[in-house]
């Protein structure tokens, strides 16, 4: 039995050396040690060895058994590693991994979010009104007479039926108003459009938020009060904020606000950022007019209303000096807001 034992040994090492795939391994090791294989059928016959001889057969056995196996072991992970390195064959892991590109918010959204969010804090809620309006709510509404210059052609953008590009987002008052009955709190960011010659401080396209407060009570104080808190909330508290008289047709008194910028390398200076008063009465009838009811009645109602260009925001809060940039998309210029 001590022969057979060596001879199988002998027999399974130089097969398993002469292996040079998974399935060849696998056979030999099925072929070996397998129920049916030929080691195992040997050690049978270990129950005819005489008893003084058993230890000795047995030991046999055991070193052939470990032998074989170890040299199956070392075969398969020999494979392995060949396999390995042809499936890395060409690669380089020393090269630096690629990065993930992630996008970022665009600084009009950005600034966008950041107004809408202090104004609800404040108790505004969003409104939203059609970016093709009729002269009604652009400009009659709001008090402005036909031979008001915003409403020339040079300065408009008409369609053939009458309609326009709404020039501002003030036609969202008009067109909550008419859907609601005060108090009302609102909100309106949106695009505006205008036939400007395009140059670092004007687009055709830019980006307002209206506001309107309606209730019975409303005072001038509560208009500066809360668009005071607002500049301070947005760029800082520190910020200087002035009001300066001005005329819109559609509040009275009225103002623009401007804010004190202090840019790097250049010294200060005012900036104007919105347009606001208190609505004028005319606006009211007109919207009774509407409505065919008195709840906005003048006698009733006052309310605050105000302005203000969002693109113009974002230029002072980060110091964009030419507001072209942000259309043009060029990532060198987003990247920096990422
Ligand atoms: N609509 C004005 C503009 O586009 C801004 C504005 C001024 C809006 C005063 C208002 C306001 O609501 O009360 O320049």
């Known amino acids: 039995m001590k022969d057979q034992i060596e001879a199988i040994q002998t027999e399974a090492l130089a097969r398993i050396d002469s292996a040079n795939d998974a399935k060849t391994i696998e056979d030999a090791r099925v072929g070996i040690l397998g129920k049916q294989g030929t080691l195992t059928k040997v050690s049978a016959g270990m129950r005819d060895v005489a008893k003084e001889d058993k230890a000795a057969v047995g030991q046999l056995l055991n070193a052939a058994r470990q032998a074989i196996t170890a040299a199956l072991d070392s075969k398969k992970s020999a494979l392995q590693d060949i396999q390995d390195a042809e499936a890395l064959k060409g690669i380089d892991a020393t090269l630096p991994g690629r990065s993930v590109h992630q996008g970022s918010l665009h600084p009009l959204t950005h600034i966008r979010h950041e107004a809408i969010s202090i104004l609800r804090r404040m108790g505004f809620a969003l409104a939203d009104g059609p970016e093709i309006e009729d002269e009604f709510h652009c400009f009659d509404a709001l008090n402005t007479p036909e ?192």
């Open 147 to 338: 031979d008001h210059p915003a409403r020339n052609e040079k300065d408009t953008f008409y369609f053939d039926s009458g309609k326009l590009l709404r020039t501002h987002t003030s036609s969202v008052q008009v067109r909550t108003m008419e859907g609601e009955a005060p108090p009302v709190r609102i909100i309106a960011p949106g695009s505006a459009y205008r036939r400007d010659e395009i140059d670092a401080t004007h687009l055709s396209v830019f980006n307002q938020l209206e506001g309107l407060y309606v209730d019975t009570d409303v005072s001038l104080g509560d208009l500066k009060g809360t668009l005071e808190y607002f500049l301070h909330e947005l760029f800082g508290a520190e910020t200087e904020v002035r009001f300066r008289p001005h005329f819109f047709p559609f509040t009275e008194p009225s103002f623009e606000i401007d804010v004190k910028l202090h840019a790097k390398g250049q010294a200060p200076k005012w900036i104007e950022v919105a347009g606001c008063g208190m609505v004028d009465p005319a606006v009211f009838d007109a919207i009774s007019g509407s409505r065919k009811d008195d709840s906005y009645s003048p006698d009733k109602v006052t309310g605050f209303a105000f302005g203000m260009g969002l693109d113009r925001l974002a230029m002072i809060r980060w110091g964009i000096r030419d507001i072209r940039l942000l259309i043009e998309n060029d990532a060198r210029f987003l990247s920096q807001f990422a």
